[in-house]
């Protein structure tokens, strides 16, 4: 036989993460904790089946450089400026306290300085997969705290570029009695040196990207897509996203996920920006479980009952040390209690360069491998732990259902919806989801007079529509309060206008069962997901192809001019 510890690699991780994953879902928990097991089941620290370690950490790389490209595609540089007074300023102050807070934490269970400063960093910066796929599924990437979370990952990622040079430079200092006097023994002018190149770099990559890329990416693809070849432009995306990506790595010193971000924003400049989005999904969704299976790997449970009290503080770290700074920086700045416990989930929990972070410092003999321990740990811990935080702040922010007369605006909590306002209208229309298919479905029905109900999770949205006279919930669609709310029994139409295949097939088989006279309208991308809403119960679902069709033959059959739109 072949040796194939690549596919075995991907076989196992993959087909374990599924058992568990479903299992997980089935029993209404987070599959991350499904794929987080996983990892621990193929890992070297259980018996049976054994994966290769470092190759299913370059298979999770591949998550992360397209999750962030998926991310870029979203953005522009506008976005990301928007947010640069909170985010800069933010970002580098909880980084601050959360490395004195992992520095103290050090001193105490007697390592050296160049550990504690190590240690501290490690704690301190977030997980990209685990911060996107919590935005992600919310629905909150184009929102403000989207944005904000975005802005302060990205500025955590240049930080770490930062810390990942100037770390050799200090153990190239010598670490003579543990690490002591590393700091001291340090030139002050090769330190400024290091800095200096790696700034030079980053600013070379970024007005590189925006100076060249922003022309040359979009016309690449817009040449590929009068190729005419589907097959071709798929392979345009991932060329694009993981060779700036790596080229960013290589020759840069950028990050894998700082490279592909700014592949994906260059690329937004484009029309063809969301059909590049959609043809990397599934590659992206496939190797961000990889991320986590590669996690649960080098997690060694023994550290939980060989160093217990160390675990619990490092965890308290990241738990609380780093949400309450976040809570505190983002309040500081005159953001909402509900903008700052959204920042303060998202960045409870620690990820992909804690575990650089760690490995170089070991291997630098910087950093005990306890602490390298203590680190894997916590980021196993507080990534399963941070869907639960979410689900939290999700109830929290639900508030009490209060009713309103129709249209009106309830009194907003420091300029966010403080409530579930449920409506008084009846045979009326229920929209979920206010993205660019919603707007355009809301549009048409106001302008034909059909009294309506919007929900969506954007409270910013629900304000502006509020104060256009139309009634709007703030909330997500899958919860049944939601839907209450919105007089789900007492409705004649559901447009259910969010793409999320999972949560769409839920709305629509609660709105069936609530109410079978209930004519509900989904859409798709795919016909599998057209197959899933029909049995659901929908009366009838939109894919874009197959509608375009349909207005194509209506349109000749009407005797349509050959300009103009249906």
């Known amino acids: 036989m072949h040796e194939t510890p690549l596919i075995t690699t991907l076989v196992a991780g993959l087909g374990i993460a599924f058992l568990l994953g479903a299992a997980a879902q089935r029993l209404r928990i987070s599959p991350i904790v499904g794929y987080l097991l996983a990892g621990v089941v193929i890992g070297p620290a259980t018996p049976g089946i054994f994966a290769d370690t470092e190759l299913a950490a370059e298979l999770a790389e591949l998550g992360v450089i397209l999750l962030m490209f998926g991310v870029g595609l979203h953005f522009s540089i506008n976005d990301l400026l928007s947010v640069r007074a909170i985010a800069v300023p933010g970002a580098i102050v909880q980084i601050a306290i959360a490395m004195l807070l992992g520095f103290g934490l050090a001193l105490a269970l007697g390592w050296g300085i160049a550990a504690g400063i190590i240690f501290g960093l490690a704690l301190s910066v977030a997980s990209t997969v685990v911060l996107l796929r919590a935005l992600q599924q919310r629905r909150m990437l184009d929102t403000e705290k989207g944005r904000i979370a975005v802005g302060w990952l990205v500025v955590e990622d240049l930080a770490m570029v930062l810390a990942l040079v100037l770390i050799p430079a200090f153990a190239g200092a010598g670490n003579?009695?543990?690490g002591r006097h590393a700091v001291a023994a340090t030139s002050a002018g090769g330190i400024a040196w290091a800095v200096s190149i790696t700034v030079a770099k980053v600013s070379a990559f970024v007005a590189l990207m925006l100076i060249v890329g922003r022309r040359?990416?979009?016309?690449?693809?817009h040449a590929v897509a009068h190729s005419g070849s589907r097959e071709l432009f798929r392979l345009a995306v991932l060329a694009i996203a993981l060779g700036i990506a790596y080229g960013a790595a290589e020759l840069f010193g950028v990050s894998f996920a700082l490279g592909a971000f700014f592949a994906g924003m260059v690329l937004a400049e484009s029309p063809l920006s969301q059909q590049a989005a959609q043809e990397s999904l599934p590659f992206r969704d496939a190797f961000a479980v990889l991320f986590f299976v590669s996690v649960g790997m080098v997690f060694n449970p023994a550290v939980l009952w060989d160093h217990p009290f160390a675990v619990v503080a490092t965890l308290a770290i990241i738990l609380v040390g780093k949400s309450l700074a976040a809570f505190g920086i983002v309040r500081a700045f005159g953001y909402s209690n509900r903008t700052a416990l959204t920042i303060s989930a998202s960045l409870a929990q620690v990820g992909e360069f804690s575990f650089i972070l760690a490995g170089l410092g070991v291997s630098l003999g910087l950093l005990p491998e306890e602490g390298r321990d203590l680190i894997l740990a916590g980021a196993i811990i507080s990534i399963l732990l941070n869907p639960a935080a979410f689900d939290l702040l999700d109830r929290w922010q639900a508030g009490p259902v209060v009713?309103?007369?129709?249209?009106?605006?309830?009194?907003a909590d420091e300029?966010?919806?403080?409530?579930?306002v449920s409506t008084r209208l009846s045979g009326h229309a229920i929209v979920v989801g206010y993205g660019r298919v919603g707007?355009?479905?809301v549009d048409a029905l106001r302008a034909a007079n059909v009294p309506l109900v919007v929900i969506e999770d954007d409270a910013a949205a629900v304000a502006s529509l509020r104060a256009a006279g139309v009634e709007g919930i703030a909330g997500n669609g899958v919860r049944d309060e939601i839907l209450a709310a919105a007089n789900l029994a007492g409705a004649r139409w559901l447009l259910v206008a969010i793409p999320e295949a999972y949560e769409a097939s839920h709305i629509v088989r609660h709105g069936r069962g609530l109410n079978p006279g209930l004519l509900v309208v989904a859409r798709a991308h795919f016909d599998a997901e057209v197959d899933s809403l029909m049995a659901d119960g929908a009366s009838a679902v939109i894919m874009g192809e197959r509608e375009i069709g349909l207005g194509m033959a209506r349109a000749v059959l009407a005797g349509a001019p050959a300009a103009g739109t249906v």
């Open 176 to 178: 003579g009695d543990e």
């Open 216 to 221: 040359l990416v979009p016309w690449i693809m």
């Open 439 to 441: 707007r355009v479905a």
């Open 403 to 411: 009713a309103t007369a129709p249209g009106a605006v309830p009194a």
């Open 415 to 420: 300029g966010d919806v403080a409530a579930i």
